[in-house]
């Protein structure tokens, strides 16, 4: 029996939406959302006609409003860490080498906060509700809210969402860099789609550069991510795109970037 289809993909305009289909269920990440968001990511990495990635939660409630917390019952140590560790959905959106948008459309708690931060940019509607409650199930986050949660928010801000599992409006979570910006909730979806146009008409080679290269800024050195943001400059210099970026500008013209 084929599965039921738990992440949605649509592709227009060189931009793909991927959403977490379970509104019921305010699109808690079970199994089935897990593998498929994956294979999700995996594909749009190989279709060159997708520049920008859109993720966000079906129905008007929820981005994700965690794990799928019925899965915990029952489960034990090992059970867990290997649903953590084979589906990796909190290393995709990191490690898809083009622009990801997380479109914050409601409550993104636990395992939907976390989605969020491993996106690259956090638009949030301003009925967005976030917050890291695992510590009330008497665990604590494990797809990474430890670990870019502080890196975004500073040490202070991330102890208090994670010790009181607290969950946090919009306009806070704009406050402390949850998120990076806030927009009225009927508008969310447009806003989104306005700034992942503009990202498109970008060069997808520069684009991922710069992902590679900000990335690294959370990982290593200043020496060390200077170094390689100085190796990742002069490879863009052997793109066709720069080519054509240098001379738009020359030409006062729009340049028309292929990813070459
Ligand atoms: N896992 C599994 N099911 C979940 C879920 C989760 N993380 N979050 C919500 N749901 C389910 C509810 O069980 C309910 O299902 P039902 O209709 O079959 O009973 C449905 O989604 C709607 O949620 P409900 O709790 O009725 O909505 P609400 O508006 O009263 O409350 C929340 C919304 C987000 C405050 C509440 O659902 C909640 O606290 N969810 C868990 C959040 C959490 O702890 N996440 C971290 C997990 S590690």
């Known amino acids: 029996m084929a599965k039921e289809k738990v992440v949605l993909v649509d592709i227009a305009d060189r931009i793909a939406t991927v959403t977490i289909n379970r509104p019921d269920k305010l699109n808690a990440l079970n199994k089935d959302v897990r593998e498929q968001f994956v294979q999700v990511m995996d594909e749009l990495e190989d279709n060159d006609d997708v520049r920008v990635v859109i993720v966000t939660g079906a129905g008007d409630k929820a981005f994700v409003a965690g794990a799928d917390i019925a899965e915990f019952k029952g489960r034990g140590g090992v059970d867990q860490l290997h649903v953590t560790k084979r589906f990796g959905i909190f290393e995709a ?20 906060c976390e989605l969020a931060l491993a996106c690259d940019i956090r638009i949030a509607s301003d009925k967005a509700r976030m917050g890291q409650p695992e510590v009330s199930l008497g665990i604590l986050p494990g797809g990474g809210g430890t670990q870019r949660l502080p890196r975004l928010v500073g040490l202070g801000n991330a102890y208090k969402l994670l010790y009181t599992g607290q969950i946090i409006k919009a306009d ?5 860099g949850l998120v990076d910006e806030v927009v009225p909730h009927d508008q969310l979806q447009q806003r989104v789609r306005e700034l992942a146009t503009e990202i498109a008409g970008k060069s997808p080679i520069a684009l991922e550069l710069i992902k590679d290269a900000v990335r690294a800024s959370v990982r290593t050195s200043l ?38």
């Open 93 to 112: 959106p990191e490690r898809l080498p083009k622009p990801v948008i997380a479109a914050v459309n409601g409550f993104a708690l636990g395992g939907g």
């Open 172 to 176: 806070e979570a704009l406050r402390i």
């Open 223 to 260: 020496d060390d991510g200077m170094r390689h943001e100085t190796t990742l400059f002069g490879l863009a210099f052997s793109s066709a795109d720069k080519e054509e970026g240098v001379n738009a500008f020359l030409e006062k013209r729009t340049p028309d970037f292929k990813g070459k």
